[in-house]
């Protein structure tokens, strides 16, 4: 089954405690990306990735990091976590949006940063 | 730049009447246009997309959306509401050539029985 799969589904830690949210994709996508969705303000990409090693900032980049080191993976970093990083996180990856491919999410991620 | 309006962060039909969600876009080239449907707890699923083979997209669960580019809209409709569309629904925009996309705030549909 084609699916994109995130973990943890939810998690509640403290500010300052490093944390990685994991992104595995099976259907080969080369284009994988992270969202954030609060409300009132819909989804807004965190990074994105094109490929192994490339990636690239999305609208709001502050305080994440990511890497690319395989085709089916692409982990969020929050190297020193701030409660405004409280938020529902989505993975998502495509045969590419620049070429009309739609993207496929994770189920998400609930993180709370006290 | 590209950009996505959604007018209207909640709606309200009745059960068997017409759904009608904005969709307004901003584009510097030919776009691509989406709209996504997220159920409570869930990640988003595509509903339909917009490539421009045809201007009116025909999607899953009786959706459609037309494509007018001289409106610079792409409005999702259907013809009549089922209890199980009470959902958020999505619009977003990616441009031709290039990997950003972008997703309008989401308009909250409410069926009422």
């Known amino acids: 089954e084609a699916q994109v799969t995130q973990n943890p589904r939810y998690l509640i830690t403290v500010t300052g405690k490093k944390l990685t949210v994991t992104c595995s994709q099976n259907m080969n996508h080369e284009y994988m990306s992270w969202y954030r969705q609060d409300p009132g303000l819909g989804l807004r990409q965190i990074y994105y990735?094109?490929?192994?090693?490339?990636?690239d900032k999305g609208d709001v980049p502050e305080g994440y990091k990511v890497s690319r080191k395989e085709k089916r993976n692409f982990p969020l970093i929050l190297e020193s976590p701030s409660p405004n990083q409280t938020s529902l996180y989505f993975c998502?990856?495509?045969?590419?949006?620049?070429?009309?491919?739609?993207?496929?999410f994770g189920d998400g991620t609930r993180l709370s940063i006290l | 730049a590209q950009s996505v309006t959604q007018l209207g962060s909640h709606v309200s039909v009745s059960e068997g009447a017409l759904v009608l969600l904005r969709c307004n876009y901003s584009?510097?080239?030919?776009?691509?246009l989406f709209w996504y449907v997220q159920y409570p707890n869930q990640g988003l699923q595509l509903l339909l997309k917009?490539?421009?083979?045809?201007?009116l997209v025909k999607g899953i669960n009786g959706f459609e959306a037309e494509f007018k580019k001289s409106e610079t809209s792409f409005h999702l409709t259907k013809p009549s509401a089922h209890m199980s569309d009470a959902a958020e629904y999505f619009c977003a925009v990616s441009e031709r050539g290039y990997q950003k996309v972008t997703f309008g705030t989401g308009t909250k549909l409410q069926v009422i029985p």
């Open positions: 917009y490539t421009s083979a045809a201007t």
């Open positions: 990735s094109m490929n192994v090693e490339v990636t």
């Open positions: 998502a990856s495509s045969g590419g949006p620049g070429s009309g491919q739609p993207q496929h």
């Open positions: 584009s510097s080239v030919p776009p691509y």
